[in-house]
């Protein structure tokens, strides 16, 4: 099992990025997925989750309105878009599979001027 996040940068507040992560070794399509963030000296804390076919989405409070999680089953991808995005939003990025309780290694976002 694999999971490979990218797409984290250094960016300015209010401005935005997109994170995707590729998985491979387990049939993709048939779990849910989620994004996990953890800010330095923080716990990791969950961020949003998206149910098997893409209909259904959950957000942390704190991100509602300003991310969305998306999925591609055709290539095992799952996508985070970080709009109007704030200092606060400094963290690693994971992508988790639960059912097998496996992380990706982490994208790094840093919302600084």
């Known amino acids: 099992v694999q999971l490979v996040e990218s797409g984290g940068a250094l960016v300015q507040p209010g401005g935005s990025l997109r994170l995707s992560c590729v998985a491979s070794?387990?049939?993709?399509?048939?779990?849910?997925m989620y994004w996990y963030r953890q800010a330095p000296g923080k716990e990791r804390e969950w961020v949003a989750t998206?149910?098997?076919?893409?209909?259904?989405?959950n957000y942390t409070d704190s991100v509602k309105g300003r991310f969305t999680i998306s999925r591609d089953n055709a290539k095992n991808t799952i996508y985070l878009q970080m709009n109007s995005l704030k200092p606060e939003d400094t963290a690693m990025y994971y992508c988790?599979?639960?059912?097998?309780?496996?992380w990706g290694q982490g994208t790094q976002v840093t919302v600084s001027s």
């Open positions: 988790y599979w639960w059912a097998g309780r496996h």
């Open positions: 070794g387990f049939t993709f399509s048939s779990y849910d």
């Open positions: 998206i149910r098997i076919n893409g209909g259904r989405t």
